[in-house]
T-cell receptor, first 110, second 112 residues
Framework: DQQVKQNSPSLSVQEGRISILNCDYT??????FLWYKKYPAEGPTFLIS?????DKNEDGRFTVFLNKSAKHLSLHIVPSQPGDSAVYFC?????????FGKGTRLHILP | DTGVSQNPRHKITKRGQNVTFRCDPI?????LYWYRQTLGQGPEFLTY????????KSRLLSDRFSAERPKGSFSTLEIQRTEQGDSAMYLC??????????FGPGTRLTVT
């Protein structure tokens, strides 16, 4: 069973607008949630994290929101830039391991 | 370059052969992780080390897979008697904190 779910395989957003990527999880024991970004032929790159005791973390253009009651988190990118086109993985940490979702491919349109 | 490095970047092998991959982590990091990624999936945890101790292995890691981290520095992942189902990207990551891992570029294995 998938403990971390990204239900949108792809998303297209106009340059300059807000990109919102969503993620759901099932395990209440996760203590950190993370977003990774991946370009083709490269390994995933750590983007931003949030502790399970917080509901928001912001880093420049990237903000992650956590709704524990709904077991849902989202990544907001604003404004979206062409270099943001990549696959974004939602991930959750528990017991020294990270469990990844399947990823959402973000296309930033000119 | 102080990032995580992996060698080789690509490996093509025939079914039944043994292969070995190497990972050099960021030097200050005591934790080292191996993942496998197939098309359309996120990375799947295989095993991890804290210093030289292998602390956990996934049930995905069959008896044909073995990993080592001698002296707590670089690590190797060996697959014996490769099968076509082993074809995947093998990713290594290192970290101080379990939840903030830094990945290498991966080794793409193709078993023919």
């Amino acid at each position: 069973d998938q403990q971390v779910k990204q239900n949108s395989p792809s998303l297209s957003v106009q340059e300059g607008r807000i990109s919102i990527l969503n993620c759901d999880y099932t395990n209440s024991m996760f203590d950190y949630f993370l977003w990774y970004k991946k370009y083709p032929a490269e390994g995933p790159t750590f983007l931003i994290s949030i502790s399970s005791i917080k509901d928001k973390n912001e880093d420049g253009r990237f903000t992650v929101f956590l709704n524990k009651s709904a077991k849902h988190l989202s990544l907001h990118i604003v404004p979206s830039q062409p270099g943001d086109s990549a696959v974004y993985f939602c991930a959750a940490s528990s017991d020294d391991k990270i469990i990844f979702g399947k990823g959402t491919r973000l296309h930033i349109l000119p | 370059d102080t990032g995580v490095s992996q060698n080789p970047r690509h490996k093509i092998t025939k079914r039944g052969q043994n292969v070995t991959f190497r990972c050099d982590p960021i030097s200050e990091h005591n934790r080292l992780y191996w993942y496998r990624q197939t098309l359309g999936q996120g990375p799947e945890f295989l095993t991890y080390f804290q210093n030289e101790a292998q602390l956990e292995k996934s049930r995905l890691l069959s008896d044909r897979f073995s990993a080592e981290r001698p002296k707590g520095s670089f690590s190797t992942l060996e697959i014996q008697r490769t099968e076509q189902g082993d074809s995947a990207m093998y990713l290594c990551a290192s970290s101080f904190k379990a939840y903030e891992q830094y990945f290498g570029p991966g080794t793409r294995l193709t078993v023919t």
